[in-house]
């Protein structure tokens, strides 16, 4: 039995963050979940696929986003208690059905979880998700610790339910990813079965509807704010003429900074769970008895601007701060001390910060830069590639996925990266301005994601440019999750379809398609140059299931490899083109670690002296 199904109502257990929030969504009757993976929300998609094949939760991997939300919304509006779990980028996708989900409403509770990355551990942008319940209209909520987190999906539930609208559960990575103690409560029986009642002239948001349901949605939001004033997420700590407005980890934080600087008697604090609509009477009377406020939150001002709108709707005049060079900053993560720091310098409280270690007699820890995995399929492309092009201008759009980081060098080989699925897009402009060939660069996984348009785009206006699709058979950066193109039946996991890459290439039009093994370097750079050479659109398919996933799966790897010095000249081609990090150089002598090497052949196939042989006695 899964961990996050097993009962004891009143049992303490220790979960990560995601889990939590995974069990307290099972505890509040979700009966339907869908995702597309994305770290830091990756775990809870992960625990739902798995609880899924020993329960009647139904989940799915979901082509993207969007898609993801929009299957949630059909069962949320069947009646069925519903979730959709993303990365804050992922918002992004969904935002299209989103905005104008909230003006349908649901008829069962609806819970989208956004995982916002301050500092950016595994992601494109900073982007604070919480203007996106500004911009919809739908609420927000937003847990500060673990337990915390568990409970705030039953009471999400219940608001969506009550106010008739999607809910916003918003998270950031440390929240996510942090482990502390849980009560466990019950695990209900999930309705997963519901009734879809026909309603056009609500449901079908032609023009004449949906200015009905605009204004609909403004009433929900009057009454959002309403149980924002009263809501248990929303309340006020300790006494004093200072204010601290605060939300999610940042809550941490301050209370232990209160604490450590000794003001507990001087010093309020608001915590903000329920950030949108802000509890604007609250947020009025916290003021009135405050001398001055600090607003203390990651990312954005969001908070720090409705407070001061709600200061200047009150009449009130007392300095409020937030964002500025000398407290927060708009960047990355915050951190115990510097918060502590920061309040002591604004209220003027006597701080002596604890001195820093001297560590000057302690070595530089080396550095370790992110790097493909050793025998990792996307190197073998990569260096074919530059090998096909080589003496060749070239402008190579990338895309997400772990083969971004063939960027680093020595590949080299990633120039314009914007979101998921831009490769392809952004490779037709490059090709239409400039005279440099044009190779883009995507995943199986984000092909499926949002990859196809930009390629039927590139097919309709004949552009010159050719797709390198990387298929490792997974979506492996995020942590093994499934596609549409990956064969479910390798996992013991019966009753799904598979969409074929190169069928879906063929079918759309495109009039050069090949597909290579990226171990075979001589015959991918052979087929890589008759491609780029094409005058129009090709693709090239290369196929070769994720090293790690292989392994995983206990399949059967290659015989490692090892260098014989007698006939290595010691030119380092090996390091210098590929870099794997199975590599590594004692006393001047390149070697192999044969403990990570997966015997891919790819370095024996590079080397000019021949002088990568395998391992004997090595399976």
Known sequence: MHKLLQEGAGDNLLLLGNEAIARGAVEAGLAFA?????????????NFFQMS?????????????KVALEVTAAAANSGVRSMCIMKHVGMNVAADAMMTLAYVGVKAGLVILSADDPYMFSSQNEQDNRYYGKLSGLPILEPSSVAEAKQIMADAFELSESLQEPVIVRTTTRLNHSTGPVVLGEIPAPKTKGTFVRDPFNLVTVPAVSRNLHIRLLEHIEQAEALSCESAYNFVQGSGPWGIVVNGVSYNYVADAVRDLDIADRARILRVGFSHPMPGRKVKEFLEDCEKVLVVEEGEPYMEEAVRALAQEAGLTLQIRGKAPELFSRLFEYDPAMVRGKIAAYFGVAYEAPQTPDLSDVPEIPHRPPNLCAGCSHRATFYAVNKA???????KPTDIGCYTLGFM??????????????SMGTGCGFSQVLDQKVISYIGDSTFFHSGIPGLINAVFNNHDVTLVILDNRTTAMTGHQPHPGVDMNVFDQPGYGQVSIESV????????????RPYNIKKSISALKEAIDYPGVS???????????????????????????EKCANHRACINELACPAFYIDNGQVCIDAAMCTGCTVCAQVCPENAIIPLKGED
């Open 34 to 46: 869908a995702t597309y993976p994305g770290t830091p929300s990756s775990e809870i998609s992960a």
């Open 53 to 65: 094949k020993q329960s009647d939760l139904y989940f799915e991997y979901s082509t993207n986003e």
């Open 389 to 395: 092009t080589d003496g060749i201008e070239t402008v």
């Open 409 to 422: 060098p020595p590949l080299s080989t990633g120039d314009f990266l914007i979101c998921m699925g831009s």
């Open 505 to 516: 290439v063929r079918g759309i039009g495109v009039p050069h398609v090949s597909v290579i």
């Open 539 to 565: 693709v090239v398919i290369a196929r070769q299931e994720c090293v790690l996933l292989s392994r995983s799966l206990k399949k059967k790897t290659g015989r490692p490899f090892t260098v014989n010095p």
